[in-house]
């Protein structure tokens, strides 16, 4: 599942497959709504974590449990990279993707790591369906990979990872304008 955040750390675009796990409407989930579809002991914690990430503007990764639309809950891994301007380097939010948490432990507690970066593998129904969740799925996987080599291929990735943040905030306006005048 992936999503995007805008500099003040505003949710502006979830994808489809976030409705489909929790029931959440988009509109509800946009700017902190997502709050709501987290266990509630876990919710002060990961919205700590991720506040202080973007103040810092740093990746981070998220442990946590999500509420499904039936109830249940289901641990997950939600990890971002921050995204800046290509010429500026002006931080503009956050591409993330969630994905489920695949360890079965007992006894497990929300955690958020600032400064790490280790996106899940995103299966079943955390699979990307759309094209641009697609791309977005493996630049984050690709920045993961080349985060220690630095330089010009992480700053290529980055530039990537921009633009398609600025294609999926538009394909969710366009998609919201269509939506509401038929």
């Known amino acids: 599942m992936i999503w995007v955040t805008d500099h003040r750390g505003s949710l ?6 976030w409705h489909d796990l929790t029931g959440q409407e988009t509109a509800k989930a946009l700017v902190a709504g ?3 579809a987290l266990h509630s002991d876990d919710r002060a914690a990961v919205y700590e974590g991720f506040m202080e990430a973007s103040q810092r503007q740093i990746d981070f990764m ?15 891994l939600s990890a971002a990279s921050p995204s800046f301007t290509p010429l500026t380097h002006e931080f503009v939010g956050f591409l993330g993707v ?14 958020v790591e600032i400064g790490t970066f280790k996106p899940g593998r995103a ?12 791309a ?3 630049l984050i996987a690709a920045r993961a990979l080349t985060v220690e080599y630095g330089g ?9 990872l921009y633009a398609l943040a600025q294609a999926l905030r538009r394909d969710r306006s366009k998609n919201e304008y269509s ?3 038929h």
């Open 98 to 111: 969630i994905s489920r948490y695949e360890d079965d432990v007992q006894g497990l507690t929300a955690k």
């Open 34 to 36: 997502w709050r709501d």
């Open 62 to 76: 998220a442990r946590f449990r999500l509420r499904r639309k039936d109830g249940s809950n289901v641990w997950v």
């Open 152 to 160: 010009e291929v992480a700053t290529g990735i980055d530039h990537a």
């Open 136 to 138: 977005a799925d493996h």
């Open 179 to 181: 939506d509401t005048h």
């Open 123 to 134: 299966t079943a129904e955390f699979a990307a369906v759309s094209k641009f969740d697609l």
């Open 12 to 17: 502006t675009y979830v994808c489809q497959q």
